[in-house]
T-cell receptor, first 116, second 114 residues
């Protein structure tokens, strides 16, 4: 049962434009969400997170938006750079906390390609 | 600091065999989690070790077992390998109670079962 879903396997964006990656979830008990970035031959690296008490969290070029009523979150990258080309995963702790000892459930990922 | 390291990088086994994968956590970390990432899928939680005990477990059969040593390093063992066990196995380390931005993944071990 896929509790976190990323329906776009791939996305191509011109350098300098905005990249928008989407994620839907089914479990209304989820309280905290994370985005990870993964390069080939490397493990996922934490990118940005958001708590359900917020609807937006920003960190430099990266902004995550949360729409709890729609059970939807999105990651915006602006401006997109060639180094942003990677696979992006959204994830949620099963237990809902923001402590790193919770098991995470991941989406299937979106491969982002930035075109120079 | 070498970060999280995993060995071996790649491994090829045949059905029915047993395999052991190893993980050394980032210095100062005491918690190790293991994930399986099949092709085209996101990582799936296998289990987590803390204080040499399995603290949490995902929906994986008993063929998957693990161990954590006093130096916090960890092993993942898989018995009676199936073709479907072919995947990238990721290890993540953290300090108990820390937040997710302080959890680090290793590069993974690519297991191929023939």
């Amino acid at each position: 049962d896929q509790q976190v879903k990323q329906n776009s396997p791939s996305l191509s964006v011109q350098e300098g434009r905005i990249s928008i990656l989407n994620c839907d979830y089914t479990n209304s008990m989820f309280d905290y969400f994370l985005w990870y970035k993964k390069y080939p031959a490397e493990g996922p690296t934490f990118l940005i997170s958001i708590s359900s008490i917020k609807d937006k969290n920003e960190d430099g070029r990266f902004t995550v938006f949360l729409n709890k009523s729609a059970k939807h979150l999105s990651l915006h990258i602006v401006p997109s750079q060639p180094g942003d080309s990677a696979v992006y995963f959204c994830a949620a702790p099963i237990g809902g906390s923001n402590f790193g000892n919770e098991k995470l459930t991941f989406g299937t990922g979106t491969r982002l390609t930035i075109i120079p | 600091d070498a970060g999280v390291t995993q060995s071996p990088t790649h491994l090829i086994k045949t059905r029915g065999q047993q395999v052991t994968l190893r993980c050394s956590p980032k210095s100062g970390h005491d918690t190790v989690s293991w994930y399986q990432q099949a092709l085209g899928q996101g990582p799936q939680f296998i289990f987590q070790y803390y204080e040499e005990e399995e603290r949490q477990r995902g929906n994986f059969p008993d063929r998957f077992s693990g161990h954590q040593f006093p130096n916090y390093s960890s092993e993942l063992n898989v018995n009676a390998l199936l073709l479907g066990d072919s995947a990238l196995y990721l290890c993540a380390s953290s300090l108990d109670g820390s937040s997710y931005n302080e959890q680090f993944f290793g590069p993974g071990t690519r297991l191929t079962v023939l």
